[in-house]
């Protein structure tokens, strides 16, 4: 989107890979992120917690500043052997940091003293990978998160787990929860919050007709994508719905755009930043009115969207519905249909459809990057023809656009 504001480019380490996963409570509200990363020197090949990766994923998080990709959430942060022995100096004093350690790279013996020392050090500790029992219980207790992988472990065993840490004062996390039904399930356990990309999945019950507010927005969007669209039509589509007229004349006039004259109509705005601009905004506010979905499934989709566009950029591919691509690509969660039904509703191009669903063609292979990025699937990463740097960046510069743009966009009232 030509529109956008300029992000200035940082010269984050060019050696390590950094995403976040969001953590939820049971609410469905984002608290905290975990941070992944990978070294990707020669000698890396999958991601590992050693200390002389540790030591530049520290670093890598003090120059591009933890905010900027935790904003004002936890940010849970592996460590190496030597962190937890206290070896080498934690480099971080951001208040909101946990430390997380792994059970495969603990000293189960030396443990427990490990953990009091970080703890006087003022440092949260999450646990991962442990597997408990009453005689290893004590470890617990020294922790504030304990994950739990529930892949690893039968509903029994799942339920054996969580009696036992119940009887402690720890925040029990499920790991890897992949879908709607695994969220429920994980909820009826009892744990306290919840790890991984479910919210991104549609929930969908066979013979529940789709409520009518969303086949409203379906509606809207099927006339906003039409490709012969002109500005009188559009300029008449967003006048039927005056929250709409309002809300997308509040954003234009906000800061982000640092505009030299005040929009007045909407005429006024297609005018001044064109009929693509115009679109792809009413776009994004028809499918912020949905108050029963996830605030992180809104921003997760504007942050596809804008990390499309910028590769497109890095790659010279003038598309028209680079943007589109990133945000439709939550749609079918959004709206809890399956994606093929959802865009059979739409009036878009085969190359577009064949992006979202099937990840083919240049619009399809940005779609996979963006979304093997953010997820930390590493090994899944096209290539584009693009450094690391450029893909890296591309991401944390999404992050930073998203947060300026989701405060105005997403933080209206509900009644609005």
């Not at 589509?237 to 800061?255: C, G, M, W």
């Amino acid at each position: 989107m030509s529109t956008a504001p300029a992000v200035t480019t940082a010269s984050y380490n060019h050696n390590i890979f950094i995403t976040r996963q969001p953590i939820y409570d049971a609410a469905m509200h984002a608290v905290a992120y975990e941070l992944l990363f990978q070294n990707l020197a020669e000698d890396e090949a999958r991601i590992d917690y050693d200390d002389a990766t540790t030591e530049v994923l520290i670093n890598s998080l003090v120059e591009v500043g933890l905010p900027n990709i935790a904003e004002n959430k936890l940010a849970f942060i592996s460590i190496s052997p030597k962190y937890i022995r206290g070896e080498l100096p934690v480099a971080l004093e951001e208040s909101n940091v946990v430390l997380q350690i792994a059970a495969q790279f603990a000293d189960l013996e030396q443990l427990p003293d490990q953990l009091r020392d970080l703890k006087q050090d003022g440092f949260p500790i999450a646990l991962k990978g442990f597997s408990f029992e009453p005689d290893t219980l004590a470890i617990a207790e020294l922790a504030d998160y304990v994950k739990v992988d529930i892949s690893r472990f039968s509903d029994e065993e799942l339920r054996q787990q969580i009696d036992l840490l119940n009887t402690v004062d720890v925040t029990v996390i499920a790991e890897k929860v992949a879908t709607q039904n695994d969220f429920a399930r994980c909820k009826e356990l009892g744990f306290d919050q919840f790890q991984g990309y479910f919210f991104c999945e549609p929930n969908v019950i066979e013979g529940t007709r789709t409520p009518t507010s969303r086949l409203a927005v379906l509606h809207l969007l099927s006339e906003i994508q039409n490709p012969d669209i002109t500005f009188t039509d559009l300029e008449k589509l967003i006048a039927k719905d005056v929250t709409l007229s309002y809300r997308i004349l509040r954003y234009i006039n906000s800061a982000m755009y640092s505009l030299p004259h005040k929009i007045e109509s909407i005429r006024h705005a297609l005018t001044m930043l064109g009929l693509r601009a115009v679109r792809n905004w009413v776009t994004v506010l028809a499918q912020s009115k949905f108050d029963d979905k996830p605030y992180e499934l809104m921003i997760t989709s504007l942050l596809r969207a804008r990390m499309c566009e910028i590769l497109a950029e890095n790659l010279d591919l003038k598309h028209e519905a680079t943007f589109v691509v990133g945000l439709f690509s939550t749609l079918d969660a959004l709206l809890d249909r399956p994606m093929e039904d959802v865009l059979n509703d739409l009036p878009l191009t085969e190359e577009v459809n064949d992006a979202i669903l099937h990840k083919q063609g240049p619009l399809g292979q940005i779609l996979q990057c963006t979304i093997a990025y953010e997820q930390g699937d590493w090994e899944q990463l096209p290539d584009l023809g693009l450094d690391s740097a450029s893909i890296k960046n591309a991401y944390l510069e999404a992050i930073q656009w998203t947060r300026d743009a989701g405060r105005e966009i997403l933080s209206e009232p509900k009644n609005s």
